[in-house]
């Protein structure tokens, strides 16, 4: 269950996702659909990252493909599950996020100068 997105210069293909388990499927859609309303983990985090590009139904397999992933690690690794956090998308590339809201606020004509606060 991988969500499709199939593009070549600029024109979008088949987009649609492989033939495999239906109930399998549906538990991961369900599974996805409930923590993609939970705000304060990665799953969440991931979902509503994904809704503002994919759109909400892609966004959901996508939640569904990576539940998947991690179930096969856990099971794979026989180790318990840890959460990123819902940070995690943010602080893996702090210095993109931080020149994306800089130049949103420049946008608006704000003039931006960041200083970070003493320890």
Request: charged share 30%.
């Given at each position: 269950m991988c969500p499709g997105n199939n593009e070549s210069a600029g024109k979008r293909k088949s987009g649609k996702t492989r033939k495999g388990d239906a109930w399998l499927r549906a538990a991961l859609i369900?599974?996805?659909?409930?923590?993609?309303?939970?705000?304060n983990t990665y799953l969440g985090a991931q979902y509503h990252r994904l809704i503002t590009?994919?759109?909400?139904?892609?966004?959901?397999?996508?939640?569904?493909?990576?539940?998947l992933v991690i179930a096969y690690h856990l099971l794979r690794d026989g180790?318990?599950?840890?959460?990123?956090g819902p940070r995690y998308f943010d602080e893996r590339d702090e210095q993109h996020v931080t020149r994306?809201?800089?130049h949103r606020l420049e946008a608006l004509g704000y003039a931006v100068q960041l200083q970070r606060p003493a320890a």
């Open positions: 369900e599974a996805a659909h409930a923590s993609s309303r939970a705000r590009r994919r759109g909400k139904k892609k966004a959901v397999v996508a939640v569904g493909h990576t539940i180790v318990d599950y840890a959460d990123l994306r809201l800089v």
